[in-house]
């Protein structure tokens, strides 16, 4: 999964907010629903214009920016 393909970043959509391409359903909305629970395929019947695949790529961007980047969290909370 190569999540560049699926991903796009324009400062003239949503506000430059990570976005899936050729929509302005942006990242940090389907990886919230996938945070509270919602399954992929009503994330999808809520979003027609996305794809399993952007999906992925959502969750694939994700995981790359908890690799470049840490929040720190203090001792205890949990």
Do not use: F, Q
Not at 1 to 24: F, S
């Amino acid at each position: 999964m190569n999540w560049r393909e699926r991903i796009t970043v324009d400062p003239l959509i949503c506000h430059g907010k990570a976005c899936i391409k050729g929509t302005r359903v942006m990242v940090s909305v389907v990886l919230d629903n996938l945070a509270a629970g919602t399954s992929r395929e009503e994330i999808l019947s809520s979003y027609p214009s996305l794809s399993r695949e952007d999906i992925d790529a959502a969750i694939a961007y994700a995981a790359e920016l908890a690799r470049e980047r840490v929040i720190p969290i203090s001792p205890g909370a949990a």
